[in-house]
């Protein structure tokens, strides 16, 4: 039994014990974290905190759950001289991440070309396991893909050069080196290009359906209720995930010493300085240009699509990108800790920056107000649009939710839900389902998420971010 204390409404910690090198906190309402607690997720947070270098405290954001060796939610900074790096803070699915893409469509324009538009989105872009983009890169394309980020997609003209002013980063993480990836990542990778995948990946035709603060909404682009957006989730597919395996697996095999100690193996690390953990920074880097690029070539076909269903020019319909963020990366950030500025590694793993207005990393459209947050819900529930605020600092290291939090596993939903059920549902909530595969709709069961507004309602109470607009879906890709 984890011992929780709790320290604010929404604030709880588990306090400092055993191995532990600093407390963990949780940021959750008593409904959340009594959710938590019918998992991992606590036990898995004080296991991160026994970790090397970890600075102040590990932290789990109001959509915590369990995880691989970090819960999905976490956050952690480690010194940059004395800690580590670890693939179980970061994810399998490196730089899985949100845009968000207004245009100036409304609702009633929309709706009677949406089963055209859904269909033409579908057909140019393939989703599921394994699918393969319209693309094919010779290598060396590819290495300009992963080492070169967004800067690539601007030059081949897939991106407008105004597109990487609404990335977090620019779409760009510097370091990144093909020669420290796999042959075997390399080949799963290279045809991937522009492809949404499984699991809980989608893209979303969304309207907004409320507006909490007009001025910031307004600079953002999202002017009214009842426009039109869309939302795209996903990160690095098969390049990604074959990174994490070969690098957790090097990791196991070369530092079998490091294994017996832990309290848990898929925590297993190498110290950031490392030979080791240099060359898995370069390959994540690789595997977050590469999902920068790959949401980019959807948005390049969903720009496509729109002209072609519309008979109009995509700049003419006003598909510009509102922002775009990672929620599976690390980082190395300064922040204040023991009121000095310090040098870290930030792991966010299922959780997303939320700069604050002023932040000197921000691109300049949003340094007066501060950084788009995106918090996205499930199949026929609420998504979020959020703006970063400066309690996040000393709260989170400037981190945010990054989505509803799954409470249901795959196979309970597909134990307790059938397909039609869930479609005919949904249906008549008004929201259209466009799906690879039976199972990928019924393992995505809104019923297997947490409730979204009760994760953005803490998110908002507690200052990380606040509330700027909701959106909802009329339709949905799955893979």
Known sequence: MVNVKRLSEYIWEIPREGKMNVPARIYASEKLLNKMKEDRTLEQAKNVATLPGIQKFAAVMPDGHQGYGFPIGGVAAFDINEGIITPGGIGFDINCGVRIIRTNLRVEEIKPKLMNLINEIFRNIPAGVGETGKLRLAFGQFKEVVEEGLRWAVREGYAWKRDQYKIESYGYLEGADLEAVSEVAIRRGIDQLGTLGSGNHFLEIQIVDKIFDPDIAKIMGIEEEGQVTIMVHTGSRGFGHQIASDYLSLFTRRFRNIVKQLPDRELIYAYFNSDEGQNYWKAMAAAANFAWNNRQLITYWVRRSFEKVFKADAEDLGLELVYDIAHNIAKIEEHRIDGKKRK????????????????????????????????????????YILLGLPDAEDLSFMSSAHGAGRMLSRAAAKRQYRYHEVIDRLRKIGVIIKSTTKIGVVEEVPEAYKDVDEVVRVTHELKISKMVARLRPLAVIKG
């Open 344 to 383: 870290v590694i930030v792991h966010r793993k299922g959780a997303t920056r939320a700069f604050p207005a002023g932040h000197p990393e921000l691109v300049e459209e949003y340094k007066e107000i501060g950084q788009p947050v995106i918090i996205p819900g499930s199949m026929g529930t609420a998504s």
